[in-house]
């Protein structure tokens, strides 16, 4: 069965530091989706990144880096050089294929950046 | 621009009470999903929608029903409103033929309480 575990529940940081959000997945599928999903205090949920599980190259936006490892099945998430703006919920979530639009979330990371 | 539009961002509702939560995608998606939000659980799938008419469970549908007369509206709803189903809840829409890293677009959400 699919699984998404965020272990973290609840992270604070000071501004400018780096920050890494964990998640490790359960799947039985070769093929399958991973994604990372933002929801600031307004509440709308926000698409940061979808992956499939042929490409495990890292993925680098801005501040924000994907570090895929099939080996440990982690899909972790870093911020560098953190603002307050990132302070949100991070979901990481899984879907497999062939209907990859039915997405599994995890309980998601609370992240908070003091200024 | 992609819209999911929820028909409202709070709601108050009494125990007993029969629910409407209304969704309307405008960028002609098939599937439709909705989805209740609780602190520490992450989202939760209630049903979802792949055409008109048609709708399959997701992992919590118990006391929820949906309804997807038209291509462009799933509507939630609570038959007898209890006070655990005071949540969060969000609709989101996705086209299997869409843009393939932006998998599902998201509603900014209905709070609902039920007293």
């Known amino acids: 069965a699919q699984k998404v575990t965020q272990a973290q529940t609840e992270i604070s940081v000071v501004e400018k530091e780096d920050v890494t959000l964990d998640c490790v997945y359960e799947?039985?599928?070769?093929?399958?989706?991973l994604f990372w999903y933002k929801q600031p205090p307004s509440g709308e949920l926000v698409f940061l990144i979808r992956?499939?599980?042929?490409?495990?190259q890292n993925e680098i936006s801005g501040r924000y880096s994907w570090n895929f490892q099939k080996s440990t099945s982690s899909f972790n998430f870093t911020i560098t050089a953190s603002q307050v703006v990132d302070s949100a919920v991070y979901f990481c979530?899984?879907?497999?294929?062939?209907?990859?639009?039915?997405?599994?979330f995890g309980k998601g990371t609370r992240l908070h950046i003091l200024p | 621009d992609v819209k999911v539009t929820q028909s409202s961002r709070y709601l108050v509702k009494r125990t007993g009470e029969k629910v409407f939560l209304e969704c309307v995608q405008d960028?002609?998606?098939?599937?439709m999903f909705w989805y209740r939000q609780d602190p520490g659980l992450g989202l939760r799938l209630i049903y979802f929608?792949?055409?008109?008419?048609?709708?399959e469970k997701g992992d919590i549908p118990e006391g929820y029903s949906v309804s997807r007369e038209k291509k462009e509206r799933f509507s939630l709803i609570l038959e007898s409103a209890s006070t655990n189903q005071t949540s969060m809840y969000l609709c989101a829409s996705t086209s299997p033929n869409g843009p393939s890293n932006q998998p599902q677009h998201f509603g900014d959400g209905t709070r609902l309480s039920i007293l």
């Open positions: 979530a899984l879907s497999e294929a062939p209907r990859d639009d039915k997405i599994i």
């Open positions: 799947t039985r599928d070769t093929t399958y989706y």
């Open positions: 929608s792949y055409d008109v008419k048609m709708k």
């Open positions: 992956r499939n599980s042929f490409d495990e």
């Open positions: 960028m002609d998606h098939e599937n």
